[in-house]
């Protein structure tokens, strides 16, 4: 199993964009500078906080950078997250503090004006705080909030007088943390309270780099109000605010958070690149990346030595930067690298060489690393429930099917289920002719209306060949997605020995006709669906067994010519031999398939000319 957990280490030769990320803050030498880390759920935008992290810590002069990591979707429904993240800045800054007196005394300072505002000023909505003359933060907030405090039109005496005990109540709580001469009211107490900020990391001699990460995870409430308290200490020299979110997200939480307001895309904007001065997107997956990925995964899984698996990343991000020259990160290039790797090993670079293409271009996937990680990770399962079961199950094979699982429709992964339970033998033989065709590199025509996707076209030319192979057990080990139940399993116990005796037929049989007749109506049609099932596996049309199956069937039944008729008039005429035409011309309702067939471009002249002389017999 691989852990969906963020990363430290490098697949994927994104410590460049890290790199980069590092040097701006370094460069920007205590300018205040804020960065956005954005990217869709999934793509690592939280191991791109890692990488930029170890790129800082691992400079020579690391003791310059103070981190403060800080999660705000840990908060949400605990604590108010504006005040956890100043609370957890002023404590990094004491914990730093502790080995000189001057800018301890300074740190607790800081602590202590944190502590007053997290009491006077974050407790209160933003309407409130306008009210008592809080400054807003964030001119939106501000907005939003009067509206929200006025919205009803009618503000009485009373209110005022509510607000004005409040404010003393507040006021009264912050004398308790802050010294008698300190400034009370809630505007003197936030420019002090930067102030003191400005002043504690002058005498650390620190730059403070604060990483936020999960903020998209939030309820729109929490992440406006971690932004909100960004805003205090941005644009304070010795700053620097690192933020990972989905920029869409945060600009969707913006507009439902300030929902009374009436916000243009282009206000929501500026709210947004007020706070970012340096926008940073993860880059996304081709399909190099995405089979370095999967390569690396299994190595990282194979239990190699900690220095020979850094050796192969290195190698690897090395290739990686090289592809725009044309160069791959593909098996061939792993074998040199890893040229006595164990045969497991091989299979699994083996099985992510021929899928990252899929993966890559599959829209349900989109070459997402988390989504990757679940793939491989529900592979994993099933093998190991094959494995307890004692089911013999291939894993390219299983890989194959969890993909079309995952990445076709649920209509055309229910049909190839479907196919699969009610064949005798478990092969989804409907897939042999485009599978032949995807794999001559011809245009796969004529798919099923369920199987019509560029997704389907791509996923059938992916070794192995699967028409001809025994899908039962991967269906079994996958049944958490769709249960076994097979035509046989609905039919009565009477139905299913007489099935059983039709398909045994080998020519027509009266003897049976009068058992088939007294079944219901539900068993016909199931014993139907089973036979057309069977039939359509048949590639040569002459007397096949399943033909006297029908025709006993019909004999019997003769409502059930209605669905044979329709295949043997969807049947491609190339199936066809002349030794059929005559078992169907004393047939009523086989009539008009006859005159279809005799006049279809590309029928056999022979099979033409049975059908000829059976209408001179006539």
């Given at each position: 199993?691989?852990?969906?957990?963020?990363?430290?280490?490098?697949?994927?030769?994104?410590?460049?964009?890290?790199?980069?990320?590092?040097?701006?803050?370094?460069?920007?030498?205590?300018?205040?500078?804020?960065?956005?880390?954005?990217?869709?759920?999934?793509?690592?935008?939280?191991?791109?906080?890692?990488?930029?992290?170890?790129?800082l810590?691992?400079?020579?002069?690391?003791?310059?950078y103070?981190?403060v990591e800080?999660?705000?979707?840990?908060?949400?429904?605990?604590d108010?997250?504006?005040?956890?993240?100043?609370?957890?800045?002023?404590?990094?800054?004491v914990e730093?503090?502790?080995?000189?007196?001057?800018?301890?005394?300074?740190?607790?300072?800081?602590?202590?004006?944190?502590?007053?505002?997290?009491?006077?000023?974050?407790?209160?909505?933003?309407?409130?705080?306008?009210a008592?003359?809080?400054?807003?933060?964030?001119?939106i907030?501000?907005?939003?909030g009067?509206?929200?405090?006025?919205?009803?039109?009618?503000?009485?005496?009373?209110?005022?007088?509510?607000?004005?005990?409040?404010?003393?109540?507040?006021?009264?709580?912050?004398?308790?943390?802050?010294?008698?001469?300190?400034?009370?009211?809630?505007?003197?107490?936030?420019?002090?309270?930067?102030?003191?900020f400005?002043?504690?990391?002058?005498?650390?001699?620190?730059?403070?780099?604060?990483?936020?990460?999960?903020?998209?995870r939030?309820?729109?409430?929490?992440?406006?109000?971690?932004l909100?308290?960004?805003?205090?200490?941005?644009?304070?020299?010795?700053?620097?605010?690192?933020?990972?979110?989905?920029?869409?997200?945060?600009?969707?939480?913006?507009?439902?958070?300030?929902?009374?307001?009436?916000?243009?895309?282009?206000?929501?904007?500026?709210?947004?690149?007020?706070?970012?001065?340096?926008?940073?997107?993860?880059?996304?997956?081709?399909?190099?990346?995405?089979?370095?990925?999967?390569m690396m995964?299994?190595?990282?899984?194979?239990?190699?030595?900690?220095?020979?698996?850094?050796?192969?990343?290195?190698?690897?991000?090395?290739?990686?930067?090289?592809?725009?020259?044309g160069?791959?990160?593909?098996l061939?290039?792993?074998?040199?690298?890893?040229p006595?790797?164990?045969?497991?090993?091989?299979?699994?670079?083996?099985?992510?060489?021929?899928?990252?293409?899929?993966?890559?271009?599959?829209?349900?996937?989109?070459?997402?690393?988390r989504?990757?990680?679940?793939?491989?990770?529900?592979?994993?399962?099933?093998?190991?429930?094959?494995?307890?079961?004692?089911?013999?199950?291939?894993?390219?094979t299983?890989?194959?099917?969890?993909?079309?699982?995952r990445?076709?429709?649920p209509?055309?992964?229910?049909?190839?289920?479907?196919?699969?339970?009610?064949?005798?033998?478990?092969?989804?033989?409907s897939?042999?002719?485009?599978?032949?065709?995807?794999?001559?590199?011809?245009?796969?025509?004529?798919?099923?209306?369920?199987?019509?996707?560029?997704?389907?076209?791509?996923?059938?030319?992916?070794?192995?060949?699967?028409?001809?192979?025994?899908?039962?057990?991967?269906?079994?080990?996958?049944?958490?997605?769709?249960?076994?139940?097979?035509?046989t399993?609905?039919?009565?116990?009477?139905?299913?020995s007489?099935?059983?005796?039709?398909?045994l037929?080998?020519?027509?049989?009266?003897?049976?006709?009068?058992?088939?007749?007294?079944?219901?109506?539900?068993?016909?049609?199931?014993?139907?669906?089973?036979?057309?099932?069977?039939?359509?596996?048949?590639?040569?049309?002459?007397?096949?067994?399943?033909?006297?199956?029908?025709?006993?069937?019909?004999?019997?039944?003769?409502?059930?010519?209605?669905a044979?008729v329709?295949?043997?008039?969807?049947m491609?005429?190339?199936?066809?031999?002349?030794?059929?035409?005559p078992?169907?011309?004393?047939?009523?309702?086989?009539?008009?398939?006859?005159?279809?067939?005799?006049?279809?471009e590309?029928?056999?002249?022979?099979?033409?000319?049975?059908?000829?002389?059976l209408?001179?017999?006539?």
């Amino acid at each position: 199993m691989w852990s969906d957990n963020d990363t430290r280490r490098d697949f994927l030769n994104f410590r460049c964009v890290a790199d980069t990320a590092a040097e701006l803050i370094v460069q920007a030498d205590g300018t205040p500078i804020s960065m956005g880390i954005s990217g869709g759920w999934g793509v690592g935008k939280s191991s791109m906080l890692n990488l930029i992290n170890d790129a800082l810590s691992q400079r020579s002069d690391a003791k310059q950078y103070l981190f403060v990591e800080f999660n705000a979707w840990l908060y949400q429904g605990y604590d108010d997250a504006r005040a956890a993240l100043m609370e957890q800045i002023a404590s990094k800054l004491v914990e730093r503090a502790a080995e000189s007196s001057t800018a301890l005394d300074k740190a607790k300072g800081l602590m202590a004006r944190v502590d007053w505002i997290r009491a006077a000023g974050f407790a209160m909505g933003s309407g409130v705080a306008m009210a008592f003359g809080v400054p807003p933060v964030g001119v939106i907030g501000a907005a939003a909030g009067a509206v929200r405090g006025m919205v009803d039109g009618d503000v009485t005496g009373a209110d005022v007088a509510a607000a004005n005990k409040s404010a003393g109540e507040l006021a009264a709580a912050g004398a308790g943390v802050l010294k008698p001469s300190a400034p009370s009211t809630p505007p003197a107490q936030i420019r002090a309270l930067r102030d003191q900020f400005r002043e504690t990391l002058k005498a650390l001699d620190v730059t403070l780099v604060v990483l936020i990460d999960d903020l998209d995870r939030c309820l729109p409430g929490t992440a406006i109000s971690t932004l909100e308290a960004v805003r205090l200490f941005l644009f304070l020299p010795n700053a620097a605010f690192i933020i990972a979110a989905d920029d869409t997200m945060i600009r969707q939480a913006v507009k439902a958070h300030f929902k009374d307001v009436e916000l243009d895309d282009d206000l929501v904007t500026n709210y947004f690149d007020k706070l970012i001065q340096v926008p940073i997107r993860v880059p996304p997956l081709g399909t190099q990346e995405v089979r370095a990925y999967l390569m690396m995964l299994h190595v990282e899984k194979a239990g190699l030595p900690e220095d020979e698996v850094e050796r192969v990343r290195i190698a690897v991000c090395d290739r990686l930067s090289e592809t725009w020259k044309g160069k791959r990160a593909d098996l061939k290039f792993m074998l040199e690298v890893m040229p006595e790797c164990s045969d497991q090993l091989r299979n699994g670079l083996d099985l992510s060489d021929r899928l990252a293409p899929l993966l890559t271009s599959a829209k349900k996937v989109a070459g997402n690393p988390r989504l990757i990680k679940r793939f491989l990770n529900t592979l994993s399962i099933r093998l190991a429930v094959a494995k307890s079961q004692k089911v013999s199950v291939d894993e390219a094979t299983l890989a194959k099917v969890l993909l079309f699982e995952r990445c076709a429709s649920p209509e055309a992964y229910q049909a190839l289920v479907s196919e699969v339970n009610d064949a005798t033998d478990g092969h989804p033989a409907s897939l042999g002719p485009w599978e032949s065709q995807a794999r001559a590199g011809k245009p796969v025509e004529n798919l099923d209306k369920h199987f019509d996707s560029d997704f389907v076209r791509d996923w059938l030319a992916l070794p192995p060949a699967l028409s001809a192979s025994d899908l039962r057990p991967v269906v079994y080990v996958s049944r958490e997605t769709l249960p076994i139940i097979t035509a046989t399993d609905k039919m009565s116990t009477e139905a299913q020995s007489l099935l059983e005796a039709l398909v045994l037929l080998r020519t027509s049989d009266t003897t049976l006709r009068e058992p088939l007749a007294e079944l219901s109506g539900r068993d016909h049609l199931l014993m139907s669906e089973r036979l057309l099932t069977r039939a359509r596996q048949e590639q040569k049309w002459g007397k096949p067994s399943v033909l006297h199956a029908f025709l006993s069937l019909i004999d019997a039944v003769p409502e059930m010519s209605e669905a044979f008729v329709r295949f043997l008039g969807q049947m491609d005429v190339g199936r066809l031999t002349p030794a059929l035409i005559p078992l169907l011309g004393d047939k009523a309702w086989a009539s008009g398939v006859l005159d279809k067939w005799h006049s279809t471009e590309g029928l056999k002249s022979s099979v033409k000319n049975a059908i000829t002389n059976l209408r001179k017999a006539d």
